[in-house]
């Protein structure tokens, strides 16, 4: 806060997801605590220091902080791993991933411009694009570091202060990276973590009437909350919710590359994704063969510490978090859908105190069962089939969420009824958990409002002026 380390008298542990074991201790926020990171992002708002510095220079501030995490990628990857559970090839991606988003955002800090609009040849009218001035941003646990710097880099390549608060679970590799911006030159007050709960921290930060911009990553039940919250204030959101998202599969595809991303679209950071690829549609000329290769590729995954290499799928984040998932599990059984593997944890003696579940997949899945309409937000798959193409695609859009889909096929008519049809915020064709730092992201429906990433986020982080200058 403020440039400085704040002590509070109530701290919490964290724990490796991969052990069970304690690894560290931070402060428990309260409102108080809140307030002040609050004030100190404002007071370095009204300083000017970091929205008028020049633009370039602002933007160089940014690029700094990608170097300087490039040089401590290993530790910072590592310590994803260690908080989060992950395989640490996945949190080199999300590092990688974060990187590459505060350079997108340092190349475009002196590329944000209004424009000139022709009125009467006596007037000059033109916009100007400003900061909001402090934004809150709240990030969940999945991907700690790349969703954190999603919405950070943008904001503060725009010129706004910031008060960040991770997930509770997760903290440590944002509160490293601010380290790196404070190193990096970024001036005091402009970038504020605060570690703490979402009831009593989040809530104080989304209510506090001095925050000019919220973004919110996270589920769709806390996403409303905020929204509600945010309204007494008129203060702006962007949510980015939750998933049930569909990944079609016709006969003509690549089978093979298909069969290995339909696994990696669910089972990647143990289906622990906004994206998860959770409602795989197989049409029915290859719905037989398709799955029994699947089936048996997942049981062959190699589960264990995401800190070793060789493994495929980590533990899940929490105890908390498996229980839930065990819970849709159950209910899916109850359901009457068809078990095809996994279902409970693994029985290794060495992965018992970790959060481990095994990879689980379920046929004969209806949108009306809990787990064919719920995200679950665990690796879980459930798998439906199809014949037409209009039948998939009511089929797909049967759900409140839309924010992500996966189209396997090579025929041209297919994917473009497909692509044009489905009530989502983001295609992919031929291809799966595709998200650029310069591709727009975002959800229709309950999956949320506005966009992260791409140059239209900077829409979020700017408001317009709109001048008129009477020459004559
Ligand atoms: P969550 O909603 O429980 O928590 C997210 C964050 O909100 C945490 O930092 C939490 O402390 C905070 N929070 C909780 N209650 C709050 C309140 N009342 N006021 C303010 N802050 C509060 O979500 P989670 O379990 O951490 O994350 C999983 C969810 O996030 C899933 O639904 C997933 O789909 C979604 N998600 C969406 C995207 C996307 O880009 N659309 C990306 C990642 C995750």
């Known amino acids: 806060m403020n440039g400085k380390w704040a002590g509070s008298p109530e701290t919490f542990n964290l724990v490796n997801p991969a052990s069970g074991e304690i690894i560290g201790r931070v402060p428990r926020a309260g409102e108080e605590d809140v307030k002040q990171a609050v004030e100190a992002a404002r007071k370095a708002f009204e300083s000017t220091v970091w929205h008028e510095m020049e633009q370039t220079k602002r933007g160089k501030i940014l690029m700094q902080i990608a170097t300087l995490m490039r040089e401590h990628f290993d530790e910072i990857s590592k310590l994803e791993t260690l908080n989060q559970g992950k395989p640490v090839r996945e949190s080199k991606a999300d ?16 590329k944000i411009q209004g424009e000139t609009i022709p009125v009467t040849s006596n007037r000059v009218t033109y916009t100007l694009r400003e900061p909001l001035g402090v934004t ?15 919405s950070l880099a943008p904001a503060l390549a725009a010129g706004n202060t910031v008060v960040a608060k991770p997930a509770e679970l997760t903290p440590l590799t944002l509160l490293r990276t601010a380290e790196f911006a404070q190193k990096s030159g970024l001036p005091d007050g402009v970038l504020n973590v605060i570690t703490g709960s979402g009831a009593v921290a989040g809530r104080a930060l989304v209510s506090n009437p001095d925050v000019d ?54 089972f990647t950071n143990a ?7 959770s409602r795989l549609f197989l049409h029915e000329a290859i719905y037989e063969k398709f799955l029994d290769e699947l089936r048996l590729q997942t049981e062959q995954m ?30 899916g059984i109850e359901d009457g859908a068809r078990l095809l593997t996994g279902d409970e944890p693994p029985a290794d003696p060495p992965l018992r105190n970790g959060f481990f579940l095994k990879p689980t997949i379920f046929t004969d899945v209806t949108s009306d069962m809990k787990i064919g309409s719920e995200e679950i937000f665990g690796p879980v798959l459930t798998v439906f089939r199809f014949s037409e193409v209009e039948d998939v695609l009511r089929l797909a859009n049967e759900t409140k969420f839309g924010l992500y889909a996966g189209v396997w096929t090579n025929d041209l008519k297919v994917a473009n009824r497909l692509v044009r049809g489905l009530q989502v915020g983001v295609v992919a064709v031929n291809d799966y958990l595709i998200a650029y730092p310069q591709t727009p992201f975002g959800g229709y429906k309950d999956s949320g409002i506005g966009y992260e990433s791409g140059m239209q986020a900077i829409n979020h982080y700017t408001r317009i002026k709109s001048v008129t200058i009477n020459t004559s």
């Open 136 to 150: 809150a941003h709240i990030i969940p646990w999945n991907y700690p570091l790349a969703l954190a710097t999603r």
């Open 95 to 110: 590092v990688a991933w974060a990187i590459r988003a505060f350079e997108y955002w340092g190349g475009a800090a002196d």
């Open 213 to 266: 911009g919220i973004t919110f990553t996270g589920s769709t039940d806390t996403g409303t909350q905020i929204m509600a919250t945010a309204a007494k204030n008129v203060t702006p959101v962007l949510l980015e919710l939750g998933g049930k998202n569909p990944n079609i599969i016709f006969p003509d595809a690549d089978h093979k590359r298909a069969l290995q991303m339909a696994k990696y679209a669910i």
């Open 271 to 277: 289906g622990q994704m906004c994206l998860a690829g």
């Open 302 to 331: 190699k589960i264990g510490p995401g800190i070793d290499e060789k493994t495929e799928l980590g533990p899940m984040v929490s105890r908390a978090q498996r229980e839930s998932v065990l819970g849709y599990i159950r209910s």
